[in-house]
């Protein structure tokens, strides 16, 4: 029969394995949680990085096809009949062969 005829046990639960499984959850529990907020962070962090990308400034645009416009066409300047404009990749072209 039973060695403890008074019905309740005299040994308690071994505190060692049980302070040590619950440090690891814990220790499990507070990695997880950090590497979700870091992901959290991260899409946050690229949402809004794209939303403000999408956005397209008037003013900017209006300067970028005025930059494409002096940069890059042929045309007579304003004033003097013997002065021309021409795009930025040809003058450097001939500016280099004069220099040979």
């Known amino acids: 029969m039973d060695?403890?005829?008074?019905?309740?046990?005299?040994?308690?639960?071994?505190v060692k394995p049980?302070?040590?499984?619950?440090?690891l959850f814990i220790v499990t529990v507070l990695i997880t949680l950090y590497m979700l907020y870091e992901y959290?962070?991260?899409v946050l962090d690229d949402a809004t990085?794209?939303?403000?990308?999408s956005k397209r400034s008037p003013k900017l645009e209006q300067l970028k096809k005025f930059e494409q416009e002096n940069l890059n066409s042929y045309k007579a300047k304003e004033g003097d009949e013997n002065l021309y404009?021409?795009?930025?990749?040809?003058s450097k072209e001939?500016?280099?062969?004069?220099k040979k």
């Open 18 to 23: 049980v302070l040590i499984g619950g440090a």
């Open 40 to 42: 959290y962070v991260r």
């Open 49 to 53: 990085y794209e939303f403000k990308l």
């Open 94 to 98: 001939i500016l280099l062969n004069e």
């Open 3 to 14: 060695s403890n005829p008074s019905g309740y046990e005299k040994k308690d639960i071994p």
């Open 85 to 90: 404009q021409i795009p930025i990749e040809k």
